[in-house]
């Protein structure tokens, strides 16, 4: 059965969005598109939550979040328990992200790159497993602990 990725932008999102979920349905990946659904002026967070939630709950492994600068959708998603929310910039930070961080949703910072690179950015990081080794236990020390 074919991965059921979540993936939700804001109106600065939704155009490398769209481009992202045509490729990800070529990849042979099931689109479960949480909007937005056009260039009007939307809040991100609300998206943001749409994907996180899902992660969290184990309803789906990884998901994907675009957003101006990638920085409001990481604030939003990496409050949800278990979710490790990476803004990639490059092919090397997505692979560094799954690597070494285990990152369960990759966010894309939408007005700072081209479409393509996005394109590869996002093959890349679906692509990359964790390492693993000594990356678990630095994983693991993420989440505080309780006092
Ligand atoms: C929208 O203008 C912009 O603030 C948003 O896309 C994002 O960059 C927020 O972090």
Known sequence: ???RIPIGA????????????????????E???VGTTSE????YPDFAHRVADRVERGEARRGILLCGSGLGMSYAANRHHGVRA???WSPEIARLSREHNDANVLVLPARFIEADEGVEI???????????????RRVEKIEPESE
Do not use: C
């Open 1 to 3: 059965m074919a991965e």
């Open 10 to 29: 804001d109106h600065a999102g939704f155009a490398l969005k769209e481009r992202l979920k045509s490729e990800l349905g070529a990849m042979g990946y």
């Open 31 to 33: 689109v479960d598109d």
């Open 40 to 43: 009007d002026s939307v809040d």
């Open 86 to 88: 990476a803004i990639a």
């Open 122 to 136: 996002l093959r890349t990081w679906l692509e990359t497993s964790f390492e693993g080794g000594r990356h678990v």
